[in-house]
């Protein structure tokens, strides 16, 4: 939260300090990454604000500053913070509850009016209760730290944050024997993780490239992790909810009252109730506040990391390809990635400057040159995957990849062991096999103040298909004059398109041509039949938009569900596109032509 002390000064606060903070492990790691990322910023870090603190729309100040009184006569002064201090970005450790530190936009547009901190459920329900009363636009978070997708921002500047991970961070339940758990939304994966092993159980946690995020938060917002369970919600089982109307909710077996009011003890155990499956419809939505998720865990397993490294730019298709029937044989142990080289620069944690001084995005050439020097060398796309199993069904599993791509010319293949101690194969052991770590924020070092922008798109598992997503963003990319990153998550039916788009927070200019750039894709990309996974805060309306089959009938649905739950409109409008009633057709709704942004919140 701003208003602290020089956060810069202190060091990132440890876990056995802070529940979002940084583990002991990893605590020289975090610094030098600190370091490097400040090192890099050429913008103060933090500047007096321009104008005076966003209110909710359509709210005066008299009636703001009387309705928070009344917030803190039920929850405590301390637990309601008004939003009238110095933003500051700070960096993924410490980030901040109220904008979105990766800004696509001005900084003091998309910023919360005040945070509010409940401590327990009927905290919650207490806050949204309070919400109905005064028509107040409530936009939770669990930890925050959705970078690339809007961090900790309301979609309505103004809006007020629930900050739910404060107070509310407890692994409330860890049950060996079933190999699962409960988490309360400020649980990070470092946090779960440390658990577990103070625990001496041998379970793995399924966390994404980066372990400082919430357990519950990644996975109603759909994030993947890296091992062989890792779709976050399709692993969940179980989750109680706040309803906008303040009511509680538990959905799967929770919903049947155990035995001498004790919680249902198969909770975990299976993920329906009976009835209509409805934990879905509180994912990438606006429809509660998840306040506790159940998890399944994997056990501890033998494991084997390695990459394959392709010459040709040009075989990308067969890559592909090849992969497909591996995957849907269940062959691959897990949801590989295919990376293109410049990704190995960036990754380096090494500054763009140190491979290529001019202005616009490297050349193909330039890329070549630079890659010569890197451990894989000069090649065009990695394939990094992980085995599971015994050594023999590992050797197994190996042969039969090895064959497969035996008929891709130039390709190599890699062990750890091949490679340098800090080279990112290391990195994917670790992520692969329920480590969470920070490597992957090395690439912020790209540019100066590095933010990033992550543009989704899903295709089928087909060499042509993803050829064709991948011709459109790179002819976008140079357009716009872009470096273009691309990862490729690629399961047996679907492969997950990940482009960074990397840009200078210090750059109005960068910055314009990065939004346009994302719309035009999401709109390239739509015309072709690919729509987003998940997206930005600010990109939302257009990509629910994009699913517009049969006179936009899905956002009608999620609609008539919105105004159902939440006649009021209070929680969350405008997320993931769904605006309530109170706010639909009213100018909120960003398209393809907001470029330049003017109108995120219209005139009242
Ligand atoms: P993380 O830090 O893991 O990336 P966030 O806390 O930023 O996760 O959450 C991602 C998004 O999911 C938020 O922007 C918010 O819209 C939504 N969200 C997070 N936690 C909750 C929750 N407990 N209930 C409802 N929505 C939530």
């Keep these: 939260m701003s208003g602290k002390p020089d956060m810069d000064l202190l060091p990132t606060p440890p876990m056995g300090e802070r529940y979002n903070g940084v583990p002991e492990r990893l605590s020289k790691e975090a610094a030098a990454v600190r370091t490097r990322l400040y090192g890099n910023r050429t913008l103060p870090k933090s500047k007096p604000r321009s104008r005076p603190a966003r209110l909710p729309p359509g709210v005066s100040e008299d009636v703001f500053a009387a309705s928070i009184e009344e917030l ?82 309301p979609r309505i500047p103004g809006g007020v944050v629930i900050d739910l991970g404060q107070r509310m961070h407890s692994v409330v339940n860890l049950d060996g024997e079933n190999a699962s758990c409960i988490v309360e939304p400020g649980v990070t994966y470092f946090a779960l993780y440390e658990e577990i092993q103070k625990r001496g159980l041998p379970l793995w946690i399924h966390c994404p490239d980066l372990g400082g995020g919430s357990v519950l938060g990644n996975a109603i917002d759909r994030g993947v992790g890296y091992t062989p369970a890792g779709d976050h919600f399709a692993n969940h089982c179980g989750m109680e909810i706040v309803l906008p109307n303040g009511e509680l909710l538990r959905t799967g077996m929770g919903a049947l009252p155990g035995k001498d009011g004790r919680d249902n003890s198969t909770w975990q155990s299976f993920q329906n109730a009976y009835g209509p499956k409805i934990d879905g419809i509180f994912s990438q939505s606006n429809f509660g506040i998840v306040t506790k998720m159940g998890f399944w865990l994997l056990h501890d397993m033998p494991h084997q990391s390695y990459c394959i490294t392709f010459e040709r730019d040009k075989d990308f298709a067969q890559i592909v390809d090849t992969i497909k029937p591996l995957a849907q044989k269940g062959i691959l142990g897990n949801i590989p990635q295919l990376r293109h080289i410049i990704q190995e620069l960036n990754v380096t944690g090494q500054r763009k400057s140190t491979f290529h001084t001019g202005s616009g995005p490297m050349t193909r050439e330039k890329i070549r040159q630079a890659a010569k020097g890197l451990p894989l060398g000069d090649c065009s796309w990695i394939f990094y995957g992980t085995q599971y199993g015994d050594s023999a069904s590992i050797e ?44 992957e924020l090395d690439w912020l070092n790209w540019l100066p103040n590095a933010a990033h922008l992550f543009f989704s798109p899903i295709a089928p598992t087909r060499g042509k298909d993803a050829q064709a997503i991948h011709e459109i963003v790179t002819a976008g990319h140079k357009k716009y004059g872009f470096d273009l990153f691309p990862t490729l998550c690629i399961a047996g039916r679907e492969i997950h398109y990940i482009a960074n788009v990397i840009f200078d927070r210090a750059d109005a200019e960068q910055k314009k041509r990065a939004v346009a750039l994302l719309r035009e894709l999401i709109h390239d990309c739509a015309k072709e039949g690919f729509g987003q996974y998940r997206t930005h805060l600010l990109f939302q309306d257009q990509v629910a938009r994009t699913y517009s089959w049969n006179d936009q009938a899905l956002l009608r649905v999620n609609e008539s569900i919105k105004d159902a739950l939440d006649p009021n409109g209070i929680l969350a409008p405008g997320r993931c596109g769904i605006w309530p009633k109170r706010f639909r057709g009213k100018g909120w709704e960003l398209g393809v032509e907001d470029v330049d942004m003017k109108a995120i919140a219209p005139k009242l």
């Design 72 to 153: 803190r006569r039920s929850i405590g002064t301390e637990n309601v913070v008004v939003n009238d201090q110095p933003l500051q970005d700070g960096w993924y450790l410490e980030s901040p509850n109220t904008h979105d530190a990766f800004h696509v936009i001005e900084q003091e547009e998309l910023v919360c009016s005040a945070v509010v901190y409940p401590g327990s459920t009927e905290e919650v329900q207490i806050v949204v209760k309070w919400a109905n009363k005064h028509l107040m636009p409530i936009y939770p978070i669990s930890i925050g730290r959705n970078v690339g997708y809007g961090g900790a921002a």
């Design 396 to 439: 197994r599993q190996l042969d039969i990849i090895k064959k497969a791509f035996s008929s891709i010319p130039g390709n190599r293949f890699w062990l750890p062991k091949d490679v340098p101690e800090d080279h990112y194969l290391h990195s994917r052991v670790q992520v692969c096999s329920g480590v969470p770590i920070l490597r």
